[in-house]
């Protein structure tokens, strides 16, 4: 096992890292930062959410960029606002020790008055949501002639929302950066046609096996019940909890809206995300979460991305994600920072099947539970 020195990560970035608790390299970042410190390249890199991809092509990036050159040197896209903002944060803690790197976080769903002006102060990188960006460069904001370094992170997400034609106007603007990097959970057609149309057929290629992804301070739980019963079980299971934080996943939007009314009207502390929210909404409900005035957040796959809130006891499958990573990645909601945490599915009989195929495509095991009642 290398540290991140050995890695070729300068003193003072570790000095940051070791200060967020970060002091062994996770597999993707083994494999990545040493490819991407060295030389300048393209990569496709295949990774699960959890997997520590923001500090594999993070540290890489901050040692390419030139502090003493205010311009815009390194490009970040990604599917959300929470995702943008939480990629800036991490990058503003990596530098806590070393020459001042600024990044700026833009994205749709927020005045475009602020991030005009905002993008007038020193910029060297900037995170975006594909949309948002376009935007801004239309209206001369921010000039990327000068990036030597774009990074699609869950670019399939970003395909899955639609943003096919915009990444491909941005990658045909940078198209002289010298590094492009790619990363995504999944490779469907979509991703193969970027790569094919914007980077080098030399690109290197690294895949990390979802079975070293999940959190092993999770314990993967599972209750038997009839879909009708399901409403029933979970408030069992929430009363069982006592004052414990956690957040309930759904697969749509009807049944999160649906749910989180059902749980007010128990007399629960609860919001909901969903896609149909207003920002305004949304920020509200996620403050509300954050400084504990509600303890339980329902939430659809996509509005969660990004998400990061310390100290929950719990998630809740109320219903089954479309895809396993998507599983992997609402689990990592909880035990985090080395705490204990638990993963629960609310399942029926035919549903048993998708457990199994968690089991053996993620590498954990599910416990059987019962209530009391």
Known sequence: MKNFEELGISKNYVKGLNDLNIFIPTEIQNKVIPILINANTDLVGQAQTGTGKTAAYGLPLLHKVDAGQNKVQGLILCPTRELGQQIAKQLFKFTKYSAKIFTEAVYGGAPIERQLNALKRPTHIVVATPGRLIDLVKREAVDLSHVKTVILDEADEMLSMGFKAELDEILAYTSS????????????????????????????????????VVNKNIEHQYLLCEERDKLHVLIQFLKREGTNRGVIFCRTKVVAKKLALQLAAKNMTVGAIHGDLMQKERDKVMRAFKNESSRLLVATDLAARGLDIEALSFVVHYQLPDKDEYYTHRSGRTARAGKQGISLCLVTTPEMKQLRFYERSLNISFQQIRLEE
């Open 177 to 212: 950066a010298e590094n492009k990097w790619l990363f995504s959970a999944t490779m469907p057609h979509g991703i193969k046609q970027i790569v094919n149309q914007h980077m080098s057929p030399n690109a290197t290629r690294i895949e990390v096996s979802a079975k070293n």
